[in-house]
């Protein structure tokens, strides 16, 4: 299904006394962290038309067919549920403190850990400081969502690239996030093609993110042919060997409309229908193949009735009663699915350890850098100094 929400650059912004910036994203793998990864070099060649997967000859840690089989042949019952949160497009202040900072800081996995959490960040509306910290200070993944946010289904690979490459710049220059930290990517709309995907074997992206189902299918990579192709994806056509696809599986609702985002779920009529519809999916998830059951958003979806962020508290707290259940980041999950670990032995699985965030580079309330630029009309909070002497954009990303 297509997302029915729409990001749109305004020409000006006002600022309300509130501090807008760019990009929601996420990531949870720092360099600054100590937490180590099992990260694969992706292989040097790419292009081939995809072959039906030969599971003998693809073999993990690199390689995964595409399939709804548990990674590394475990049974339910000793494979973590993983439990995968994300929200996309611009990471604003008033959203993480109306709403993500009351509902994820502070909550702990079985392991006593901090959950995971990933942000599919664009550009404009980001407060890059606020990134820093929290990317810092919690561990969330900061991942890649594009510049300008209006790619489609026929974005051309150079755009792809630029786009692409720009918003990589645009995270490290003001959110200091280092460039190989960015892993994962996904599209604006959910709309993909086979230059995005390209782009993203060439520049060793480990993941992509945008491509729904309704089947219970685990992770897998592009070395042979993907099954997705349910629009506005587009269905691989050529081979690319360790990219993993982390499947968008849809939400089911009792009407038997599915939904891949909060945002395109229309059955729900309060609170608790809502609390009932993310149940009813984890315990298909749960009592079925254990396949990493994702909740994907954009903020806006807390606007649209009151008590949203309690939903998630709910469910959250439903979660936090088991054990055998885990919220980590998207590349912690991959981790997990490249080297698969028993629930017994999680306790010594390294990539979700806890680690000891060091301090960010400024508190977010007291950026390095707040300008308004205004012959663009936005504001850019960073810990980066100085301040650009013009603001960063699509074709200008240090803003010089």
Known sequence: MVNAVVQFR??????????????????????????PSLALPLSESAGDPAQPC?????K??????????IPGGLNP????????????????TQDYEGFYASVFNGRKNPNECQIGLTFFVSHYYTNYALLEDISVLYGYEIADHTVDHNTSSSTTQDDWTGEIMEMKEILN?????????????????????????QVLYDNKFLYEASMSTDNM?????LDYKSPLCIAPATCPNNAYPGLWIVPVINLQQKSGTPCDMLDGCTDPQSNQDWIDL?????????????????????????????GRDGVLKAFLDKLATMQDVYVVTHTQMLD????PTSLDQIQNFDPWKCFTPPQPRCDYHAPGCSKWYADSGYLLNTCTTPCPPHFPQYGDPDGN
């Open 54 to 58: 030969v599971p003998d000859q693809c």
């Open 60 to 69: 993990l840690p690199g390689c995964r067919c595409a399939g709804e089989d």
């Open 77 to 92: 019952a000793n494979t973590p549920q993983i439990v995968l949160f994300s929200f996309d497009d611009g990471l604003r």
């Open 217 to 221: 299918y685990w992770p897998f990579t």
């Open 278 to 306: 993310l149940t009813d999916n984890f315990n298909a998830h749960y009592n079925g193949n254990r396949a990493p059951m994702g909740i994907y958003a954009h903020s806006s979806w807390f606007y649209r009735g009151q």
């Open 336 to 339: 997990w699915v490249r080297n």
């Open 173 to 197: 220059k003001w959110g200091n996030v280092p460039p190989s930290s960015v892993l994962g990517f996904r599209a604006p709309f959910l709309a993909t093609n086979e230059a995005e995907l």
């Open 10 to 35: 305004p020409a000006i912004v006002t600022l309300m006394g509130v501090h807008y910036l760019a990009a929601i994203a996420v990531h949870v793998l720092l360099t600054w962290q100590t937490v």
